[in-house]
């Protein structure tokens, strides 16, 4: 009898090779270094190497060689009184999984009494652990858990919530071993509740707001003094990070932005830090920053009385025109407004003369091809009572005029640092692809079937030190500035554009694209975990109301699967189609069943509109 991989085996017959019968009835042909000797035999049927055999006295044996070598043939029979097969066999099954001895059957070492005392410690504690784990089961299936003693078991589970590793749980109740389980495990036990949202923390977001403090402004640094021009820091209610404003002075439109980059030094641990975390976070039950909150506090415009901001500079000839531009670092005093205010007063200077300057800056960019995509929008949010609120953002003429001004700041900002060899991270973005035949579908006659496709087309925008045009925006080159307490690709070139004002050094490109390194990863890591998070409470608020109708719109169609919009949830997902609907269709569905684990729902339709 030899032993082959760890199990008993028979020697039909020896030459070259040995020919071996296994337990299990096969045989083999191995070689002789592949094997060693249990006993020469002869050997009953396999199945009886284990019956009726004497407990033994390992631990008499062990007492016995303590400090001494043996074989397997001396060590079966001080333990069992004789060397037989099932001896030897069961001498073997000792070795290294009792404390008292380790190695192979030609090399038996009997262990130190340290060594079997350090065993003897580790079985018990393995067994303690196996009995608690057991207990826990039993506990854990019935609903008895205890959040405090339980975490060592728990928090393993949570961990596969997030993605990170299987569950020694969902293991033993014979589950698939995959975040949504988990999740949804941990909900239905009432470890977490229903609103535990673990789709930031899967993509290891940072949850902690930054906690270092602020520096203070060099001295000395000249500043314009434009604190006698009124104003306006212009965004939706609620706002709690102002960083841009406008104002007209009668010559010069102003786009102002906040001086973030005057406190945050280059390669500075707030640098860091803020680079590490590349954008603020904003979910609809938190917001997690990107700059600590003393330091909007100090920045945020319209938060103090007087705010330190980098300020752009339009000047508007007799006909409108932009005559020039420049940048300037500059004191400013700011009143804050929402879209709403300022939409009722568009007609009234100087935010008429305003929107007739983003007007025309609008009208070159429609010019060179801009796209538009207008999809429906919604604003979520957990109120303190942690109601889900869901509020149809409205489309104010005062939020294009924001927008078209930060365009213009990021515009005019990009041309300034190319004409100086400034390196700064572009926005670029390539032109959608035409069709074969050169020809441009037209969805004209329904506006979702049209965004829809129009979004289709789009290609990825991304950042490059090389300057190109944003097709998109129908500009020729384009940087963000305008948005340095938020985002950290504008802080960069906020920090370029600063130096060159002071006359200092600007970093060299080399050393911008090491500050952009992973930047774009991560932004694009937080723009997943907001969309997720978005579909998540949508869900929420969907489960709360089964018996949800709605109006959609037919917007694509595989087979016999469509993809609908659903304009008051900002909502996009598949359907069933049992008849032929035409593209662009209006419908109205039915909520038939909301699974939040695995951020779906399922919506049949009740009848098609038009």
Request: net charge negative.
């Amino acid at each position: 009898m030899v032993l082959y991989k760890k199990s008993p085996a028979l020697v039909l017959e020896a030459s070259e090779k040995l020919d071996i019968l296994l337990p299990g009835g096969k045989t083999k042909s191995v070689r002789e270094k592949d094997v060693a000797g249990l006993h020469p035999g002869p050997v009953p049927d396999f199945p009886e190497l284990e019956k009726n055999t004497p407990p033994g006295e390992p631990e008499s044996a062990w007492e016995l060689l303590r400090g001494e070598h043996t074989n397997l043939k001396e060590l079966a029979e001080l333990i069992y009184g004789e060397y037989s097969p099932s001896s030897s066999w069961l001498t073997f099954k000792l070795l290294n999984h009792s404390p008292w001895f380790s190695g192979s059957p030609d090399s038996i070492e009997i262990s130190s009494e340290e060594t079997v005392s350090a065993r003897v410690e580790l079985e018990k504690r393995k067994a303690d652990d196996e009995r608690r784990w057991k207990e826990f089961l039993e506990r854990f299936n019935r609903g008895d858990i205890q959040p405090d003693s339980d975490e060592i078991y728990l928090r393993e589970l949570e961990m596969c919530a997030l993605g990170h590793k299987g569950s020694r749980i969902l293991k033993a109740l014979n589950r698939k071993q995959n975040p949504e389980n988990a999740h949804r495990l941990l909900i239905s036990k009432k470890i977490k509740t229903p609103f535990w949202n673990p789709h930031p923390l899967r993509l290891d977001i940072p949850f902690e707001p930054p906690s270092y403090i602020p520096a203070e402004f060099a001295k000395g640094e000249e500043r314009l003094n434009l604190s006698n021009i009124e104003t306006f820091a212009i965004d939706d209610e609620g706002n709690t990070d102002p960083d841009d404003a406008l104002s007209w002075d009668g010559r010069k439109f102003w786009v102002h932005v906040a001086d973030v980059a005057g406190l945050i030094p280059i390669d500075s641990p707030a640098d860091k830090s803020a680079r590490e975390r590349a954008s603020s976070l904003y979910l609809p039950e938190r917001k997690v920053p990107m700059l600590p909150s003393e330091m909007v506090a100090k920045l945020g415009l319209g938060l103090c009385p007087t705010s330190p901001a980098l300020s752009y500079a339009f000047d508007i000839d007799a006909e409108g025109n932009i005559s020039d531009f420049s940048i300037h670092l500059s004191t400013i005093r700011v009143t804050r407004f929402s879209y709403r205010e300022i939409d009722e007063r568009l007609d009234k200077e100087p935010f008429a003369t305003m929107k007739k300057i983003c007007t025309a800056f609008r009208g070159g960019r429609e010019e060179a091809g801009t796209i538009t995509i207008n999809m429906p929008e919604v604003k979520l949010h957990l109120d303190e009572e942690g109601t889900i609120q869901i509020t149809p953002l409205r489309d104010y003429e005062s939020r294009n005029l924001v927008a078209e001004a930060m365009l213009m700041a990021g515009s005019y900002a990009a041309v300034w640092c190319h004409e100086r060899g400034i390196p700064i991270p572009y926005a670029v973005q390539n032109a959608p692809d035409e069709a074969p035949d050169g020809s441009t579908p037209d969805y004209s006659e329904n506006f979702y079937l049209t965004q829809f496709n129009l979004r289709r087309g789009m290609k990825r925008s991304r950042l490059t030190l090389e300057r190109a045009p944003h097709a998109g925006l129908g500009l020729k080159s384009y940087t963000r500035v305008t948005s340095p307490l938020r985002r950290y690709p504008d802080l960069i070139s906020s920090q370029q554009i600063r130096a060159a004002i002071l006359g200092k050094q600007t970093r060299d490109a080399e050393s911008v694209l090491a500050a952009m390194a992973g930047v774009e990863t991560r932004i694009e890591a937080l723009i997943l975990a907001e969309r997720r998070s978005n579909i998540f409470w949508k869900l929420q608020w969907l489960a709360l109301r089964p018996d949800y109708t709605c109006k959609a719109y037919l917007v694509d169609r595989r087979e016999r699967q469509g993809y609908v919009i659903i304009p008051e949830l900002a909502y996009e997902t598949r359907v069933a189609l049992r008849n032929e609907i035409r593209l662009g269709s209006r419908v109205r569905l039915k909520l038939k069943e909301v699974n939040v684990f695995e951020l779906s729902a399922v919506f049949t339709i009740l009848e098609v509109l038009e």
